[in-house]
Structures are given as C-alpha cells and as structure tokens.
C-alpha cells in the first residue's frame, strides 16, 4: 500500500494539529476540571454545560460561530490582530484554537472524573502533614489522577485527529496548513477516487480501533477510576 | 523564661440545619495540659471530632482562641491554615496515600517536616517504636488495618509535630487489631514527650489511655480533668453508662501462683486481680466499674467476693435512670464509685459519713 506526498502531508499535519491540541488541551483543561470536580459555586452547572456543548452541537455550528469570533471583526480575531498575529481562519493555528474548543468535553470529563474520585480525606491528610495547596495538587492530586489525564490525552488526540465539520468550516482545504486526513478523504471521494479514499479510510479505522483498544485496556487495569461516560 | 505550657481552646462553632442533617453548635472554652494524653470523650454528634478538627484548622469556626504551647494558632485576627500549624493527625481510617508505599508515606512527611525544634523522633526510632520495620514496601492496601494505623502514626511522628490529634484511631479495627495496636499507643504516651489529643467514644480506651479527661455532649464541655478525678465526681453524671467506673493508679506487691492471682495495692487498701503476667513492682492502672461494687452494712466473708474494703459514704446522687443511684465512698486516700439501687440505698439507709463495706466484684487491671 502506497500513499501519495499529499497523504503524508496530511497525515503529518494531521498529527501535529493533534499533538500540538492536547497538549494545549492538558494544560486549560486541569484547572477547569479541578475548579469543576471542587466547586460549590453556582457555575458549576453553567460551566459544565459550556464544556460540554460540542458534544451535542453540530460542528458546523461551533465551526461558524468560531469563524465569526476569529474573524477580522471578531471578538478573538480583533484580539490576535492588535497582537500583531494576523487573523486566525484557514491558518494552522486556527485549526488549533477551533481543535481545543471542539475536543475540550473528552479532555476535561476523564480528568474531572478521576479528581471528584480522589477523597477529601487524602487532601486533608497532605494538609496535616505541612503540604500547602500547590503542593497537595503535585503530590497527591495529579498522582491520582494519572489514569484520568493519560484517558484525556488519549480521547484528546482521537478526537482531534477524527475532526472534520469545524476544521472545514474555518480552516478550509489548504494542503500542508488546513487540508488534514479527514479532509484529504473527503476531497477523494468527491473526486471519486475510491482507491485512494480507502487507504486513508483504512488507516483511520485502524488507528481508531487500536486507541479505544488501549482505552478500555487501561480502564480495566485502573478500574474504576477512569471512567468515562460521553 | 516561663515556657507556657499549656494549650488554650475556644471555639464557637455553628452550623444551621440543611435538608439532611439538624442544626450543630460546638462552644468551648478550655484550658488544657501541653502535655500526656488528653481523651476527647463523647458520644456520636457531641462534636467530638469538629473540637479535633478545628485544633487542627481543618475547620473554621466562627469565633475561636487557639494558644499551643506559647503559639498563636488562631486568634480574632489570625488562622493559620491545617499546612502551617505543627501537628500531627491521625485519622480514623489511616487515611495513607494509595499511590505511595508505607515508606513513600513517611518519606512524604519527612520531606515536610517541621524541624525549628530539632528533630525529636527520627526514622529508626519511629519505625522500631511502631513496629513497622518489615512492611515498609508495601502499598496501602497490601497492609493490615492496624499496621496501615500504625504507618500512619508514624507518619503524624516525623512531620515533628509540637502536638499529636487521634481522632478515633482504633474506631475502625476489630478487637483484635485494637488489642494489637494499644501497647503501641501505650509505647508513644510512655516514651515520647509529646501531648496528644485523643478522641474517642470508647470507656475503656480513655480509662486505659488517659491522663487528663474532656467530655463533651452535645458541643458542650460536660467535665474536665484529671482522669481519676472526672470518674470519681457523681455531681456531673456522665454519659458511660454501664461503663461509669473509677481508675485508680495501683502497685503490684504480690503473686499467688496457685491461684493465678496478683496483689495489688492501691491508695486505700489492696485488691486481688487475675494474674496475666504482671511482674511484681509494676506500676499498674486498675478500672473498678460501678456496676461491680455493691454496699453492705457488714464484712461477708462467706461469700464469693474476695475483694472487701471498708469505706465511708462521701455522697449519694440519683443516677440517670431513676432506679438507680450513684454512691461515693472514700477507701483510705481514693474514691470508689458504686450504683445500687435507690431502693437497696433506702433499705440500708446509706447516708454521707456512714461507715460500710464496699464488696467489689470484679477489677479490671488496665495497665
């Protein structure tokens, strides 16, 4: 099986757009799921429900409303202008912003889930025993989260890698900067190249298959505690 | 320079009642000793633990006074957060981290500790004094409930705590796990200059471990005070129940062999206790039950009670259920508290200055 210098392309940049998400992902994602796990606040609700809109909204929704806010006269888009980055839409970067929104509900729920499971008790303990509130997050929360953040970096990556409504809607199809797998074969297809629609097609399903795989494999050695319910 | 020595407590704590639980006030005021073991005493939702828990800045109360030992933990203007207070906490369940083994756990404190004051227990020391030396590499779950207890006393040891909480420790273990891990407790009030607040809702484990003794109901302070002294005051009738009881500090000075029996003497006379291998010279505690005494006008020799000793009646109060009542009797230098009922107190005409035997059925040794 052979594929094209386009394939690669987009596989690579396929790769780096998710990559580059999850691990921008990780980094927004575990303050709001610790706020969201800890908090008695009111928000809790409003917040949790913001989170988790992509996962009911059409893409195409969340794409336009994103091409709208990156845009030249958008809210964000004013923003990364007079930051002298340019405007955001049919770039890579736009990608990426649009990748964080889109697959921030399989990041932030593994990881919420896995701290709500860590005790109050073993906070209080770290608390007796001199540790302040950061070091209680290093030393106990993140450790016991671990299974939590290695299951929202696993559905952070498939989930990024699988996007294909928003990356269309504000990336466009630009080869090397915005045409990724997904779109690749989407263009194949409508060009009726089958043949080449499948190799892509196949790698997709098979990459797809080994990362839930190694999804429930290390659900069912850590237990309960990684749970994940979409 | 005085060192203050003592640790000062007041707490006004309210919690109004929400769906599912009614409304909470714990209000106390104490002044308690820096040093040996202060029991915490009171039955479920007497505010037992939030007292602990507010010693240890776990909890916030609304008006509090914190002083231990010379230092100001919380004042009108000051709260020093549970991380910034020199203590130690035991917790009921051990409460060890899952993801580190016994020795990740008191590394963990190790690496944390206080250490202005030296560092009066070390590792060897702490881990010999516990008995912990062969599971250090095990994880958590791999332990048994009293050595998971046990790491996690050793753990509150090496933060170099000024102050030692126990909030229940043995609440969780079985009988024969609590019997393990008492000689340990017994170990760390004997050999370690420490004071430690012991919480708890078992008689028998204030009666065994206690020198100084606060009982508490419903967020209030019932009593206080030496141990022996709170167990022999009847004006305040206590909630222990079938377990009201005065311990006496008692010597052994004799062993019957044939009989499996030891002498011990007391201040106000010697008693005979099952021998379970006390040397002679020991210094020993004994628990005498008020249920297990009984009055009598004369000496009977010809019964099954070998323990006889005459006393004279201090006072007499009517018990909490009204067939009952509590009489005080002085035996040579201590105080014996017996329940009879009000009827055999009428027929005996029991009265403060009459003289009597008191017929002591069964004596518990506590060590």
């Not at chain 2, 005021?29 to 029991?39: E, H, K, P, S, V």
């Not at chain 2, 200055?353 to 069964?362: D, R, V, Y």
Request: proline letters at 5%; aromatic letters at 8%.
């Amino acid at each position: 099986m052979t594929l094209t210098e386009a394939d690669w392309l987009a596989i690579d940049l396929t790769l780096r757009l998710a990559s580059i998400s999850t691990l921008i992902l990780l980094l927004i994602c575990t303050p709001i799921a610790w706020w969201l796990a800890r908090t008695r606040s009111w928000l809790k609700g409003p917040i949790s429900a913001l989170v988790a809109l992509p996962l009911v909204l059409p893409p195409t929704v969340l794409g336009f409303y994103l091409l709208l806010s990156l845009g030249p006269n958008g809210f964000i888009g004013q923003l990364t202008q007079q930051l002298g980055l340019g405007t955001l839409p049919f770039t890579f970067w736009g990608l990426v912003v649009a990748s964080v929104f889109y697959s921030m509900p399989f990041v932030v729920q593994p990881i919420r889930g896995a701290m709500e499971a860590i005790s109050e008790r073993h906070l209080e303990a770290a608390a007796t025993l001199r540790a302040g509130p950061w070091d209680r997050f290093f030393s106990i929360v993140l450790p016991l989260a671990k299974s939590g953040f290695i299951t929202a970096a696993i559905m952070g990556f498939a989930h990024t890698v699988g996007e294909f409504g928003v990356v269309l809607m504000i990336g466009g199809n630009i080869p090397g900067e915005t045409r990724v797998v997904s779109v690749q074969i989407y263009d194949y297809v409508e060009g009726l190249e089958y043949a080449s629609a499948h190799k892509l097609a196949g790698l997709m399903v098979l990459f797809s298959f080994v990362t839930l795989l190694a999804l429930y494999g290390l659900q069912r050695k850590n237990g309960s505690v990684t749970r994940f319910h979409i | 320079m005085t060192v203050d020595s003592n640790i000062q407590v007041r707490f006004f704590l309210q919690r109004s009642a929400g769906s599912n639980e009614s409304g909470f006030v714990l209000d106390v005021d104490l002044m308690l000793q820096g040093r040996g073991i202060t029991a915490i005493f009171g039955h479920s939702g007497s505010g037992k633990s939030t007292f602990l828990r507010c010693v240890a800045g776990l909890e916030w109360p609304q008006e509090g006074r914190l002083r231990v030992l010379g230092e100001d933990w919380q004042t009108e203007r000051l709260f020093l957060p549970a991380h910034r207070r020199p203590l130690g906490y035991v917790f009921q369940e051990a409460n060890l981290f899952p993801h580190l083994t016994a020795q990740g756990n008191l590394d963990y404190a190790i690496r944390r500790a206080d250490l202005r004051a030296g560092q009066p227990f070390t590792l060897e020391q702490v881990v010999q004094l516990l008995g912990i030396g062969h599971r250090l590499q095990q994880k958590p779950h791999e332990l048994s409930g009293g050595e998971r207890q046990r790491v996690a006393i050793a753990r509150a040891l090496l933060i170099q705590p000024r102050l030692l909480l126990m909030d229940e420790p043995m609440a969780s273990l079985d009988e024969q796990r609590k019997a393990e891990i008492l000689p340990y407790l017994e170990r760390l009030r004997d050999e370690l200059d420490l004071p430690i607040f012991y919480v708890s809702h078992s008689v028998a484990e204030v009666s065994r471990l206690a020198h100084y003794l606060v009982v508490l109901e419903n967020g209030r302070v019932k009593a206080q005070g030496p141990l022996a002294q709170v167990l022999a005051d009847i004006q305040t009738p206590l909630p222990f129940g079938e377990d009201l009881g005065v311990v006496l500090q008692a010597e052994v000075i004799a062993r019957d062999a044939q009989w499996h029996l030891l002498q011990v003497r007391f201040a106000g006379g010697d008693l005979w206790v099952r021998d379970d291998g006390d040397a002679v010279g020991k210094s020993v505690r004994i628990q005498i039950l008020a249920r297990d005494i009984s009055l009598a006008l004369h000496e009977h020799s010809d019964s099954s009670i070998s323990n006889r000793l005459q006393g004279e009646v201090v006072s007499i109060v009517e018990d909490r259920h009204p067939a009952m009542c509590l009489v005080q009797i002085k035996v040579g230098e201590s105080i014996l508290v017996a329940r009879i009922t009000r009827r055999s107190a009428e027929q005996l005409a029991v009265a403060p200055g009459q003289c009597l035997w008191a017929q002591i059925k069964s004596v518990a040794l506590v060590r």
